[in-house]
């Protein structure tokens, strides 16, 4: 029996989704981005007008990544910001999860993208700094030489080594009830920490109860939620567990925006759906049968019933969740929703959970 409890556990392990780094770190450094630096950087925070939103550059942060690696992914986010003297900077923050073998590597990426951004924004002070989620020892200041005739050149970029940041989990949790971005840090330390078993789920709903208890507003909660929900991924039980217990700790409202949530819910609703199509549909298929009168009938009616009502039960649990998450739903959703068979109405029930819009759900 233990061998069978234990092959269960690592099974189910195996089934979670992968944490979500890219999502939950740019999510963060884009609502948190003064925190972030409040926590990690002081004296740079000071430096900055924060009564002036930072704009987020996305578009040259694109063309950047694309010129200097184009088949690499990692977790930037470039911000334009303004200073307590008037004068407008540039922040990259650049994130990478696997670092074991950062080194020169990293620094010489980084000198990259300083050149490209310092002949992009020549009038800008630039502030480029890294943060490496799995690093534990390391310098917290990353230099690049070059040797050249009579000197060299020396660039340098501060880094943090947040795994060494798990000595620090008392401070981060003192620190906690006003900087979000703290939260941040103890959910990918628990990330790091654990596995996608029970240790995982105790540590999610620990750090969700704290989150009431830190003071933080509705809106807040649902945003450091979809990090916590995107970092502390668990197998399907345990996400059935969590979704139960969570109902408990938190705002209905809040909880059932969260992509967990939606799944847990969408597999409960559509198997309910199942299962009150397969009882239509038999019902239908007999009486359709008994009607012809022949064994043939029977079968066929039976076969065509339940075919029926799954679709029927499937369309209606999809029009319920899409009206709640969207609003009225226009027409041609309704007649496409009718129109669709079993199977393409199951892709778009997979398709919802992720969805931003009815055109992420029904688009190809």
Not at 8 to 30: G, H, M, N, Q, Y
Not at 44 to 61: C, G, K, R, V
Not at 284 to 294: H, T
């Amino acid at each position: 029996m233990q061998v069978d409890s234990a092959s269960r556990i690592v099974s189910a392990a195996a089934t979670a989704e992968r944490p979500d780094f890219d999502r939950a770190w740019k999510d963060a450094l884009r609502w948190w981005l003064p925190d972030c630096l409040r926590l990690f950087w002081p004296a740079i925070h000071d430096q900055i007008n924060w009564t002036i939103h930072p704009e987020f550059l996305a578009t040259e942060l694109r063309r950047l990544q694309k010129a200097i690696q184009p088949d690499v992914r990692y977790v930037d986010q470039l911000a334009k910001v303004r200073l307590d003297q008037g004068h407008d900077a540039l922040l990259l923050i650049h994130i990478e999860v696997q670092t074991r073998r950062a080194g020169k590597t990293l620094a010489l990426r980084m000198l990259r993208y300083h050149h490209r951004l310092f002949e992009a924004y020549p009038g800008y002070t630039h502030f480029p700094c890294a943060i490496l989620l799995d690093r534990k020892r390391g310098p917290e200041v990353e230099t690049f030489r070059v040797p050249v005739l009579g000197g060299e050149h020396v660039f340098r970029f501060p880094v943090v080594n947040l795994a060494a940041w798990e000595t620090r989990q008392h401070e981060l949790h003192s620190i906690a009830p006003t900087n979000p971005f703290a939260v941040v840090v103890l959910a990918q330390l628990a990330c790091r920490a654990t596995q996608p078993d029970q240790t995982r789920l105790v540590s999610k709903l620990e750090l969700a109860k704290l989150l009431k208890y830190w003071g933080y507003s509705v809106n807040q909660r649902f945003q450091l939620m979809l990090v916590i929900d995107a970092l502390l991924t668990l197998p399907e039980p345990l996400e059935n567990a969590f979704y139960d217990a969570a109902q408990h700790i938190e705002d209905e409202h809040t909880m059932e925006r969260l992509n967990s949530f939606q799944r847990v819910r969408l597999r409960r609703e559509r198997q309910a759906a199942e299962e009150i199509g397969m009882q239509k549909g038999l019902q239908a298929g007999l009486a359709q049968g008994i009607q012809q009168g022949i064994e043939q009938g029977i079968e066929q009616g039976i076969e065509q019933g339940i075919e029926q009502g799954a679709h029927t039960g499937i369309a209606g649990m999809l029009h319920a969740q899409l009206q709640q998450k969207f609003g009225d739903l226009p027409d041609w959703v309704n007649q496409r929703l009718q129109h669709a068979d079993t199977a393409v109405l199951q892709h778009w029930v997979v398709r919802f959970v992720h969805a931003q819009s009815l055109h992420d759900v029904f688009d190809s």
